[in-house]
């Protein structure tokens, strides 16, 4: 059975200074965030268990703009939901990077069009769109990467399956971290082998693919692309 609490004042203090540090425009345009813990706790064993999900999958956290309606009655314009097991199991450096991985979906729409940005100086770029009760107005943001796909699938079809596909695409420059598997690394069980993906050959790749030793660090963290019109201009 899932239960629900506040998060306590070290959370929120992360919280804050991962928008201080990273999301000046949240900062600045005065969007608010709240934290809860969703968890689920065995009774006989008094273990907790991973609970949070998103889009049928294991999430650590996911984030979502709060509506209007709750808004209105002073309720903060994001709601965090972090996964208490999953929380514990985290370091420092790994707690924070998370968070940041939370807010980073929250964009700010601007009082024309597009959404707010910095400026050279660090400064919002233009005024934000505000509500009927003067609170801004959000967006959540989509990954800049997102991957899935079967394993049997890959073992059908190798080169010709889109799993494959996508994760050879993943494998440029710009995205050679965006599918890992392990701590960022390919560590095959019979050796020791710490290239990064886009090191590998296809057929090293499409190896690593189909043996289920390790799974891709990009596995649906959040439910921001769940949201409804979040994906409208």
Same mark, same amino acid.
């Given at each position: 059975?899932?239960? /629900?609490?506040?998060?306590?004042?070290?959370?929120?203090?992360?919280?804050?200074?991962?928008?201080?540090?990273?999301?000046?425009?949240?900062?600045?345009?005065?969007?608010?965030?709240?934290?809860?813990?969703?968890?689920?706790?065995?009774?006989?064993?008094?273990?907790?268990?991973?609970? &949070?999900?998103?889009?049928? /999958?294991?999430?650590?956290?996911?984030?979502?703009?709060?509506?209007?309606? /709750?808004?209105?009655?002073?309720?903060?314009?994001?709601?965090?939901?972090?996964?208490?097991?999953?929380?514990?199991?985290?370091?420092?450096?790994?707690?924070?990077?998370?968070?940041?991985?939370?807010?980073?979906?929250?964009?700010?729409?601007?009082?024309?069009?597009?959404?707010?940005?910095?400026?050279?100086?660090?400064?919002?770029?233009?005024?934000?769109?505000?509500?009927?009760?003067?609170?801004?107005?959000?967006?959540?943001?989509?990954?800049?990467?997102?991957?899935?796909?079967?394993?049997?699938?890959?073992?059908?079809?190798?080169?010709?399956?889109?799993?494959?596909?996508?994760?050879?695409? !993943?494998?440029?420059?710009?995205?050679? /971290?965006?599918?890992?598997?392990?701590?960022?690394?390919?560590?095959?069980?019979?050796? &020791?082998?710490?290239?990064?993906?886009?090191?590998?050959?296809?057929?090293?790749?499409?190896?690593?693919?189909?043996?289920?030793?390790?799974?891709?660090?990009?596995?649906?963290?959040?439910?921001?692309? &769940?949201?409804?019109? !979040?994906?409208?201009?």
């Amino acid at each position: 059975m899932q239960t /629900y609490e506040k998060c306590g004042r070290p959370i929120q203090s992360l919280v804050n200074d991962a928008r201080r540090r990273w999301h000046q425009v949240l900062e600045q345009c005065g969007v608010t965030i709240a934290a809860i813990f969703v968890d689920d706790v065995d009774k006989e064993s008094g273990k907790s268990h991973q609970t &949070l999900k998103a889009g049928g /999958y294991a999430a650590a956290a996911t984030i979502a703009i709060v509506p209007l309606k /709750y808004r209105v009655l002073g309720v903060a314009d994001t709601l965090l939901t972090v996964d208490a097991a999953t929380w514990a199991k985290l370091d420092d450096e790994e707690k924070t990077a998370l968070v940041d991985h939370e807010l980073e979906h929250v964009l700010v729409r601007a009082a024309k069009r597009g959404f707010v940005g910095l400026d050279g100086d660090g400064k919002a770029d233009r005024s934000a769109r505000l509500d009927d009760h003067r609170r801004p107005v959000l967006k959540l943001r989509l990954h800049d990467w997102q991957l899935g796909g079967f394993r049997d699938v890959a073992q059908r079809h190798r080169s010709a399956a889109i799993e494959v596909q996508a994760a050879r695409r !993943h494998r440029e420059p710009g995205g050679q /971290y965006a599918w890992d598997f392990g701590s960022g690394r390919i560590m095959p069980e019979d050796a &020791l082998d710490d290239r990064l993906v886009a090191e590998l050959t296809d057929e090293e790749l499409l190896d690593a693919m189909v043996t289920g030793q390790r799974k891709s660090v990009v596995q649906h963290l959040d439910a921001a692309d &769940l949201e409804a019109g !979040h994906g409208e201009p």
